[in-house]
């Protein structure tokens, strides 16, 4: 997974991101074909219970953005066993770049995609790529039996 994540992030190298972290469109490499991530307005599909803190009508992916421009320096995820260290501009640029590539790949807003893994960075970055790119992640447990890996399999096919 990590050989895949890291030829992944060598063909989106040519991400620009606008100042708010918005993708632009994109040319990538020589396809006709260019890419972008627009913001639509949401109509939000739950309802709040008791308690004194409501419930944000916001994306995983618009929260890192807002985070990163408040504290773009502070550390976003750090991983002591494998000594990486990422700020929340950091975490976003990457998180940019892989969502431009899963698009790339021909991966569409509202596809679903699978992700079978321990904890580590390529888990988090995928996690922020899809939620920017508005891909539904699909997180497929290590120890699923045989029944419950082709049940979440379906959903992602």
């Given at each position: 997974?990590?050989?895949?994540?890291?030829?992944?992030?060598?063909?989106?190298?040519?991400?620009?991101?606008?100042?708010?972290?918005?993708?632009?469109?994109?040319?990538?490499?020589?396809?006709?074909?260019?890419?972008?991530?627009?913001?639509?307005?949401?109509?939000?599909?739950?309802?709040?219970?008791?308690?004194?803190?409501?419930?944000?009508?916001?994306?995983?992916?618009?929260?890192?953005?807002?985070?990163?421009?408040?504290?773009?320096?502070?550390?976003?995820?750090?991983?002591?066993?494998?000594?990486?260290?990422?700020?929340?501009?950091?975490?976003?640029?990457?998180?940019?770049?892989?969502?431009?590539?899963?698009?790339?790949?021909?991966?569409?807003?509202?596809?679903?995609?699978?992700?079978?893994?321990?904890?580590?960075?390529?888990?988090?970055?995928?996690?922020?790529?899809?939620?920017?790119?508005?891909?539904?992640?699909?997180?497929?447990?290590p120890l699923y039996r045989t029944?419950?890996?082709?049940?979440?399999?379906?959903?992602v096919s």
């Open positions: 997974m990590l050989r895949e994540t890291r030829s992944l992030f060598r063909l989106c190298k040519t991400v620009s991101v606008h100042s708010r972290g918005i993708l632009h469109p994109v040319c990538l490499k020589r396809s006709l074909r260019c890419l972008s991530i627009r913001e639509y307005a949401t109509q939000w599909s739950y309802t709040h219970g008791p308690g004194e803190v409501t419930l944000r009508g916001i994306t995983i992916g618009r929260l890192l953005q807002d985070q990163t421009e408040k504290t773009p320096d502070r550390d976003a995820v750090v991983f002591v066993s494998n000594g990486i260290r990422k700020t929340f501009s950091q975490l976003l640029e990457e998180s940019d770049r892989l969502a431009a590539g899963l698009l790339e790949l021909g991966i569409k807003k509202g596809d679903r995609v699978g992700i079978w893994g321990p904890n580590s960075i390529e888990w988090v970055l995928t996690q922020y790529a899809t939620a920017r790119a508005g891909i539904i992640l699909v997180n497929i447990n029944f419950e890996l082709e049940y979440a399999l379906q959903l």
